[in-house]
């Protein structure tokens, strides 16, 4: 299903003994669109810390009241590696973290599309002669939901509008859509681009570059939910791009 992430922002999450906090954004893979992790804030039971949270445990979604099911206790998130002390999130942060939680990482996955195998950052410093230099940190391609939220649009005949919010696919937890409304529509007036139809993303410049023309994504199909089938073929159709669900 699509989701809008506006609706799961502030939902709860529930594990096997009490609710750890509430979602505050998502990290992200700039580079696949595939959200990492959740952010979530754990509330008085934990001094208002912060932890991540991977989607691969999240067990159901109850809209009704606003919570999601996830496969962990409170005393496993307690004991897990503080996020605070590690920002922005690095590789060495991660490789913790799944260790923790005997979790398989994302990235030693051969198809799961990052590009890269398992980080050399598992050797120490001390393993390297003086003459030589150790690595660099491997680039994680982790960005920020609330990062990302207000960057322009630039279309290549000007600027039109901001990213307002993602739309998630709950199945396999990529980013399908970014939600646009160019400024001089109405409030309720949104469009959607799909993150392969952008040229990239400028993080200096705050700006998502588009080789489109403006109007191209002006006259797009009206955005509401809930998102059917029949207005992504129109919306492709529009773009005249090909479907996602049909790539093999």
Not at 28 to 46: A, C, E, I, N, P
Not at 97 to 122: E, H, N, Q, T, V
Request: with cysteine; hydrophobic share 35%.
């Amino acid at each position: 299903m699509l989701r809008n992430f506006q609706n799961l922002h502030g939902c709860s999450l529930a594990a096997s003994d009490g609710e750890i906090g509430k979602v505050q954004e998502i990290y992200f893979d700039d580079q696949h669109w595939k959200v990492r992790y959740f952010v979530v804030t754990t509330g008085s039971w934990l001094t208002g810390r912060e932890v991540l949270i991977a989607p691969s445990v999240i067990e159901g979604i109850d809209e009704t009241h606003r919570s999601l099911a996830v496969h962990l206790s409170q005393e496993e998130v307690r004991h897990s590696p503080p996020v605070e002390a590690d920002k922005p999130v690095s590789r060495q942060y991660e490789e913790q973290m799944y260790k923790y939680y005997g979790w398989d990482p994302y990235w030693s996955i051969a198809d799961s599309g990052i590009g890269f195998g398992i980080s050399p950052m598992g050797v120490g410093a001390a393993a390297y002669p003086e003459n030589i230099t150790p690595p660099p940190p491997i680039t994680t391609h982790l960005r920020s939901s609330d990062e990302l939220k207000g960057y322009r649009i630039h279309a290549n005949d000007g600027e039109l509008g901001k990213v307002e919010d993602f739309i998630i696919d709950d199945k396999t937890w990529h980013i399908r859509y970014l939600v646009i409304r160019p400024g001089h529509w109405p409030t309720q007036r949104h469009v959607l681009l799909a993150p392969e139809w952008i040229e990239g993303v400028s993080y200096e410049g705050a700006e998502v570059v588009v080789n489109l023309p403006s109007s191209r994504i002006e006259d797009a199909p009206e955005f509401n939910l809930p998102i059917t089938r029949e207005y992504e073929d129109r919306l492709h159709a529009h773009y005249e791009r090909p479907a996602y669900w049909l790539r093999r």
